[in-house]
């Protein structure tokens, strides 16, 4: 059974840090670019930060500098540390799991990220 499963949300001041988890299982961890989005309420999905399986990261402007995004593939694990957030960086924050060769997609669950001002 695949299975992607988010931890680590919660609610920060702003400024403060975070570091979101996602285990991922029944998938091979390895052959699969990561990426984290996250959704505001009320507004679509966005695109965060990436991680693909050759290294190479990518980041949304609002987040370049503060965000980080990181795997280990002995804990079939992907990670993103978050630091000096702010109240705009509120919402739903999911991991997807990108198969580089067939492009099949797995979603997380989501984690809550509440950031007050």
């Known amino acids: 059974q695949v299975q992607l499963v988010e931890s680590g949300g919660g609610l920060v001041q702003a400024g403060g840090s975070l570091r979101l988890s996602c285990a991922a299982s029944?998938?091979?961890?390895?052959?699969?670019?990561i990426r984290w989005y996250r959704q505001a309420p009320g507004n679509e999905r966005d695109l965060v930060a990436e991680?693909?399986?050759?290294?190479?990261?990518n980041s949304a402007d609002s987040v370049k500098g503060r965000f980080t995004i990181s795997r280990d593939n002995a804990k079939k694990t992907v990670y993103l540390k978050m630091n000096s957030l702010k109240p705009e960086d509120t919402g739903v924050y999911y991991c997807?799991?990108?198969?580089?060769?067939?492009?099949?997609?797995?979603w997380g669950q989501g984690t809550q990220v509440t950031v007050s001002s």
């Open positions: 997807n799991a990108r198969n580089r060769l067939t492009k099949r997609e797995y």
């Open positions: 029944g998938i091979n961890f390895m052959v699969y670019n």
């Open positions: 991680l693909t399986t050759g290294g190479n990261t």
